[in-house]
C-alpha cells in the first residue's frame, strides 16, 4: 500500500542508523512491528494477577 507521510527526515535517518534497515520502507515496517508487539505485550500485563494458575507440575509431569 502506498502513502504519504510527513515524517521529519532527522527522526527517519536516526532510526535506519539504531535499526540498521536500509530503506524507508523497512524501518517504517519495522516501526510499526514493534509497536504492535509492545501494545500486546502491555495488554497481556492487565492479565497480571487475574488468572489462577495453581497448577501441580508434579502431578502433570506424573511423578
Known amino acids: 500500500m502506498r ?3 510527513d515524517i521529519p527526515e532527522s ?6 542508523e539504531i535499526t540498521g534497515t ?3 520502507s ?3 515496517r519495522k516501526a510499526l512491528e514493534e509497536l504492535i ?4 505485550r502491555l495488554k497481556l500485563l492487565t492479565f ?4 489462577d494458575l495453581s497448577i501441580d507440575l508434579d ?5
Request: aromatic share 0%; charged share 35%; hydrophobic share 35%.
Open 37 to 40: 508487539l509492545r501494545q500486546k
Open 59 to 63: 502431578s502433570l509431569r506424573k511423578r
Open 3 to 5: 502513502t504519504t507521510l
Open 22 to 24: 536500509k530503506t524507508k
Open 48 to 51: 497480571k494477577g487475574k488468572v
Open 26 to 28: 523497512q524501518v517504517i
Open 11 to 16: 527522526l527517519v535517518t536516526d532510526a535506519m
